[in-house]
């Protein structure tokens, strides 16, 4: 197999797959000889896409792929809504943040609307989500004097060195740095009958001591509101509460990672940390943001920024460009316009129960939850046990990519399904991920029995 198709996204190998045809396999070796060795690909056999368009992507045959995984095109790929604002802002100005204009400034009114609930008072962006977190660390140091950082156990806050550092789900040939403490996921389902508050708060608060022990001053606890890289663990509501009082007491600042849940994905608010009725010092966005033009930051308090403001400038040459800030005032709009997060808390349930009503003959099924248009599918070799089952995980992802459906596996196991459709997802659409799940758990059924 080639060392560019990522075994880490559950790429196990299909019993009984013929080889990769000529024209895949010529496409895998240019690639690795322009692209080197650091990419990766998703499956076993690697998909060649030419287009997008809505749900669905379409290689060079004309065949179409429903992506239920591909949290960027969260309105469907090439909304026209978005290219429209791209090609008539880039036909009249692209420029950077340095000049005066109304775009960034609509844009930063629109975003801090949405969090009339909080102090969050100024928006900055960035390009990238890993940019917006290694930002926020900046901005969290300079407020604290501290350094200490605490995750979830298998998080993913992005790529950039400093980020890198507690992003645990890179895996173990990236580093953790010595001033990052991870506390275990709240997962309802392993929890036991525990309360999942006071445990996720007891777990914060030992981090944030042992933090201390070795002289080193907190910073920041940072969470994926949704936990989506830990195997998306959505409830119960408000268990947050507690853990974010913690970093607070001791000094730090709780910031809210919504690269992920937001953009009205949970289908209740515009931002999964709302859902906590929690008040987050920083909020850092990207992802969706743009709809597939590159664009993300983060909105943070005055009090948080201050310091960092007083004693640095900020200036990215590419974020905030007009022609981004123009593709998120798009996407604002047409969330709005097209009521994208009712659709989506409608047509998630419907996925979510089809899929839950699966499990009644599919065993293989642990667990299924979410939120919105997030799903999780946790799957298991042995109900009481609960035991991850990756080998079958795998099956199921590449026997669906097989058949035309599109997703990937998360969490510590890599065997819960990670489902993420566009937040424009049909009824009719969710009835075809139901489908053909359960062809993919029958075919990873026979193929274990065989």
Request: proline content about 4%; some cysteine.
């Amino acid at each position: 197999m080639k060392s560019t198709i990522d075994l880490n996204m559950v790429n196990a190998f299909i019993p009984g797959r013929t080889k990769l045809d000529n024209l895949t396999a010529a496409m895998i070796d240019r690639r690795d000889a322009l692209l080197g060795p650091a990419y990766r690909l998703m499956y076993e056999n690697p998909l060649h896409i030419v287009r997008g368009e809505g749900v669905w992507l379409i290689d060079g045959q004309g065949r179409r792929y429903l992506d239920i995984y591909n949290n960027v095109a969260s309105l469907g790929h090439c909304h026209p809504a978005v290219t429209d604002a791209i090609c008539k802002q880039v036909k009249m100005l692209a420029t950077n943040t340095r000049y005066l204009h109304d775009t960034i400034l609509e844009l930063a009114e629109r975003m801090l609307s949405t969090v009339p609930e909080t102090n969050l008072a100024h928006l900055m962006l960035t390009c990238t989500g890993s940019e917006a977190n290694d930002v926020a660390y900046r901005i969290a140091q300079a407020h604290t004097g501290g350094t200490g950082v605490i995750v979830t156990e298998t998080a993913y806050h992005g790529f950039t060195d400093a980020v890198a550092k507690f992003s645990p789900s890179l895996g173990p040939t990236v580093d953790l740095g010595a001033h990052v403490r991870l506390v275990p996921a709240p997962r309802l389902y392993h929890a036991e009958g525990a309360d999942l508050g006071e445990r996720f708060t007891r777990d914060v608060e030992a981090a944030i001591a042992d933090l201390k022990r070795h002289g080193i001053k907190p910073a920041m606890l940072l969470v994926d509101s949704v936990f989506t890289s830990d195997g998306i663990l959505p409830e119960p509501a408000g268990f947050l509460k507690g853990a974010t009082d913690a970093i607070k007491r001791a000094g730090g600042l709780f910031i809210a990672d919504e690269v992920q849940p937001g953009f009205g994905r949970t289908g209740e608010h515009m931002w999964g940390f709302q859902r906590h009725r929690i008040k987050p010092d920083i909020v850092t966005v990207g992802k969706p943001m743009g709809n597939g033009q590159p664009v993300a930051g983060l909105m943070a308090t005055s009090d948080a920024v201050a310091e960092f403001g007083q004693n640095s400038r900020y200036f990215n040459t590419f974020a905030g460009n007009t022609v981004s800030c123009a593709a998120a005032l798009a996407v604002l709009d047409t969330i709005e316009e097209e009521g994208l997060m009712q659709n989506a808390a409608d047509v998630g349930k419907i996925l979510r129960d089809g899929i839950s009503e699966l499990a009644v003959h599919h065993r293989a099924i642990g667990d299924v939850r979410g939120v919105g248009m997030f799903v999780a599918v946790e799957l298991v070799s042995d109900r009481k046990t609960r035991v991850p089952d990756r080998e079958f995980t795998s099956l199921v992802v590449n026997r669906m990519r097989e058949k035309g459906v599109l997703l990937s596996a998360c969490a510590m196991g890599h065997n819960v399904l990670k489902i993420r459709p566009p937040l424009i997802l049909s009824v009719e659409q969710a009835g075809i991920v139901i489908e053909t799940l359960e062809e993919a758990l029958t075919f990873a059924r026979a193929v274990e029995s065989s």
